[in-house]
């Protein structure tokens, strides 16, 4: 039986599959189980910032496996303080303490049950269009109904305010809230970057009425936007800040670092029987050197910059609108993005969707500006045939 059915037989059917066997992958390449060549602009949705099979990465992973792969939080471990003090380095001033998990959404869970334990308050206000992963808690706050609807009631004193609206956060905080939890550029929500007025504003407003200020970059964080986080673009401290996705080089891990403002913090309170585990962290050493080493910020402003540039020379009237920050570009559509993205991959192309008409590209950071020009050439090829009323299996 060949991979796809094998698979097929023993999936609950919970995450939609496009018919495509991936076995091997290098830099921003994909190879199917034919042997076919894909250019990879999903990175596993936005995890390979550092390419596949990436020399640091699979150097460190091979000798920690030879060293010790796992140890409960309860012993010290030269690899967890290594890789905390180096988060701790890399990110805002001030934000030095941090709780290892092993996802997103587990990243986003811890930093809601600090925020409630710090302020005593249940509230968290997060945003219209936001995504911030699938567990009950991160589920709370991602805004789509069709995540959501079927496992209400969800926790309750989460509210939804208009994203980039700082008048509509203004009159939602009232004495319960907790915090306010937002993605500097929503992902999932169709790649929408935030104006820098509102940002700054957002720290302001929050510091002014005594919440806490959460930044999911799970998506943005390690480079992805053009600057190590995307909170640096603006001069934006959170006092929580969420991260995960491209953290390990590829390898499950999820952190929240929280600073000053987040006290009385419980013993016990919250664990994570892998969180902080020394191989997570000795791969996540490596790849945050990679990207140090590198450049790899500079390289996503630059090369994100020409992409969108090349993108914006294509003329289709089926474009509403090109947008993004560094390597994390949205093409929006005014029709359905999935029969594009089928044929995307048909072109040897893998891209993602951002909500139904958004074509999301978060490519490698190491990808090549060629690599890059023909992407470009293939979505102005895609968007040359007539698709919009073709049927696709991740609509
Ligand atoms: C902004 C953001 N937060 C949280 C998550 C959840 O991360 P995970 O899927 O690792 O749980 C995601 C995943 O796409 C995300 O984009």
Redesign the pocket.
């Known amino acids: 039986m060949d991979t796809i059915e094998l698979e097929k037989r023993h999936a609950t059917g919970v995450v939609p599959q496009r018919e495509l066997a991936i076995v091997r992958g290098d830099g921003a390449v994909l190879w199917d189980d034919h042997g076919n060549e894909y250019i990879d602009c999903m990175s596993g ?1 936005g995890v390979a910032i550092i390419g596949h099979n990436n020399p640091y990465v699979a150097e460190a992973i091979c000798q920690q496996a030879r060293q010790l792969i796992s140890l409960s939080g309860s012993f010290y471990n030269d690899q967890r303080a290594k890789a905390m003090a180096k988060l701790a380095e890399i990110a805002p001033e001030g934000l030095s303490r941090v709780f290892l998990s092993n ?3 587990e990243a ?1 869970e811890a930093a809601i049950k600090f925020a409630r334990m710090a302020t005593g308050k249940p509230g968290i206000i997060a945003t219209m269009r936001g ?4 567990t009950m808690g ?1 589920l709370s706050a991602t805004w789509e109904k069709k995540y959501r609807q079927p496992f209400e009631p969800l926790v309750p004193e989460f509210s939804h305010v208009a994203y980039d609206n700082l008048n509509a956060l203004q009159e939602a905080i009232n004495d319960k809230t907790a915090a306010v939890l937002i ?1 500097v550029v929503q ?2 929500g169709g790649v929408r970057p935030a104006s820098p007025e509102y940002l700054k504003g957002l720290q302001a407003l929050c510091q002014e009425r005594g919440v806490l200020l959460i930044l ?1 970059e ?2 943005t964080g390690f480079g992805r936007t053009g600057k190590m986080f995307a909170c640096n673009h603006y001069d934006l401290t959170p006092d929580i800040l ?1 991260l ?2 491209a953290i390990g080089g590829g390898v499950p891990m ?1 952190a929240t670092l929280i600073g000053p403002r987040v006290q009385n913090i419980l013993p016990m309170s919250h664990g994570s029987t892998f969180g902080g585990n020394p191989l997570a962290a000795a791969a996540s050493l490596a790849a945050i050197r990679y990207i140090e080493d590198h450049d790899l910020p500079r390289q996503a402003a630059e090369k994100g910059q020409h992409f969108m540039e090349r993108l914006r020379q294509i003329s289709s009237p089926k474009i509403r609108e090109i947008r993004g920050l560094g390597l994390m570009v949205g093409v929006e559509l005014r029709s359905k993005a999935a029969p594009y993205l089928a044929a995307l991959m048909q072109e040897r192309v893998l891209a993602l969707p951002a909500g139904r008409t958004v074509l999301r590209f978060l490519p490698p950071l190491v990808i090549s500006i060629e690599q890059l020009d023909r992407a470009a050439e293939a979505v102005e090829r895609v968007l040359q045939a007539d698709l919009d009323s073709a049927q696709s299996d991740e609509e």
């Open positions: 949705h996802s997103g959404a986003v995504f911030h992963g699938r991160a993605e992902g999932e999911d799970v998506q969420c995960g996705k999820g």
